[in-house]
């Protein structure tokens, strides 16, 4: 699928890795899948090095920085893991928020009071060694500015409401506040990333936003790919027992 002028295609491979680790086996191997990603068109692989470790593993993220290729790391702003980032060096990260019992993502991050002091240590120190920072925010334009003065380099804006919402006035809002959103990160001097939630019904109007650089996309091309390969994937087998 062509995706807009420029426009970076982030693919999320956390879920080939779910789906691994529900068995606690070597397949499906998300760096097989990041190999035939990249050859469909994907311009970044990306992944969430979460805390509990529920899809990508620590090798699996070095492995991945090891490939050819762009590697785009979601992680929380938490020590252990920045320092995890840091040896594994990534080419961009996003910080996002992370909560333990969340089945995915839940929205943008909070980036003042208590939270402000984590991330700004994190953004500075994988800045220092040479990676691109961005912040997962709500698009709106206090976290535009707060995620600016934090000193990020991106800023990617949590499409989950635009995702959610239901019927064309709704949906047309949300949109609305991408786009303002995207204009003042763009106003501001900071890349423009977008993603959460995106499927194949709803994302040609992201991918129309003015200024985005990027859209990062997991769950529904995972999805997907089940039931463009599932046919396949049974022929091959009625063939071995026949
Ligand atoms: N962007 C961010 C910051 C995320 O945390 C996620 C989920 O890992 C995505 C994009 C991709 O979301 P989805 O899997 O719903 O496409």
Redesign the pocket.
Known sequence: MRIGHNLKLGV?I??IATLRQARRDIDPDPLAAARVARRAGADMI?C?LREDRRHIQDQDLFELCKLKGEVHL?LAAVARIVEIALKAKPDSV?L?PERRQEL??EGGLKLVGASAKPLRQAVSKLKAAGIEVSL?IDPEAGAVRAAKALGADTV?L?TSAYSRAKGKKNTGTELERLELAGYLAYEMGMGLHA????DYHNVKDVAAIPHLTAV??????VSRALFVGLKAAVAEMKELVS
């Open positions: 999320n956390d879920h990306v969430h979601e996003c996002v995915t993502t997962f990617e949590c993603g959460h939630g995106l990062n996309i997991g769950f529904s091309i």
